[in-house]
């Protein structure tokens, strides 16, 4: 697979809790060049980064993030706080504790409430599946295409796991094809973005795809320039022959002139 293939599919991310404005300048800067799907940033950054980028790229931010157990009130909140900063998707951690609990109504009820205030916005939803068992990933998944999001994500990158294969194979098989599938937590390298994609996976949460690109250009560059260095050597072999040859002239003429005199 082609690596802008898979760029394509990246929502480029930095949640660290320390990131500052100009990481996530960076962050926007690298994924416009590498074409990402979006960046995905704390929302406190949404604001800053829609002005950045203006049109060029989507941002994408969290809600309830990343344990979910925030109040539904307190998610609709965020959701609407991010869509009037600019924010073009949304993804939402679902409430674990109540999928656990099997208080399912609920678990649809909370998802329906942040729907509500992002219709027009892409909207993904946060199972955190390495806390679940199979048969609960495979209600989330009916839940979660039935309130109307576009995505089911695996991982929110923070808990005990990440995105696996059996997870991302999973919740294709058990998804309905208007609910995309979006792998994140431990993508760490390009078979690892391939395999997703190939089991079902429409997007990649992960920072390390770009990294990969970034370091594969150095390399490429690296690489161009080791090329050129024998042609360089060549000339400043020439170079340093003729002043050789020159030096050497000189003292052949000041040894004659002093044999002269």
């Known amino acids: 697979m082609e690596l802008a293939e898979i760029l394509k599919r990246c929502d480029h991310t930095l949640l660290k809790q ?54 539904t009130a307190t998610k609709v909140f965020e959701a609407k706080d991010a869509v009037n900063n600019g924010a073009d998707e949304i993804d939402m951690v679902a409430n674990i504790a109540m999928i656990k609990d099997g208080c399912w109504a609920d678990v649809a009820a909370d998802i329906r409430a942040v729907r509500a205030v992002t219709r027009g916005k892409v909207l993904k939803v946060i ?36 995105a696996t294969e059996a997870d991302v194979a999973l919740l294709r098989e058990n998804s309905p094809e208007t609910l995309k599938v979006k792998a994140a937590g431990g993508i760490s390298s390009l078979e690892d973005a391939e395999t997703y994609i190939r089991l079902g996976a429409d997007r990649l949460g992960t920072s390390r795809i770009v990294k990969i690109a970034i370091a594969m ?15 360089v050597s060549e000339t400043e072999n020439a170079v340093d022959a003729s002043v050789a040859e020159t030096a050497s002239e000189t003292v052949e003429s000041e040894d004659k002139i002093e044999e002269n005199s």
């Open 18 to 71: 320390g990131a500052r404005a100009a990481d996530i300048r960076q962050l926007c800067d690298e994924a416009i060049k590498y074409r990402c799907a979006s960046v995905c940033i704390p929302p406190c950054h949404v604001s800053g980064a829609k002005k950045y980028v203006d049109e060029s790229l989507k941002i994408c931010t969290v809600i309830g993030f990343p344990n979910g157990y925030t109040t």
């Open 127 to 162: 199972i955190e599946t390495c806390l679940l068992t199979d048969e609960e990933k495979i209600r989330m998944c009916k839940i979660v295409a039935d309130c109307g999001a576009d995505y089911i994500k695996t991982s929110t990158g923070f808990s005990t796991g990440g």
């Open 217 to 231: 250009e150095q390399e490429q560059m690296a690489q161009a320039a080791a090329a050129e260095e024998p042609a």
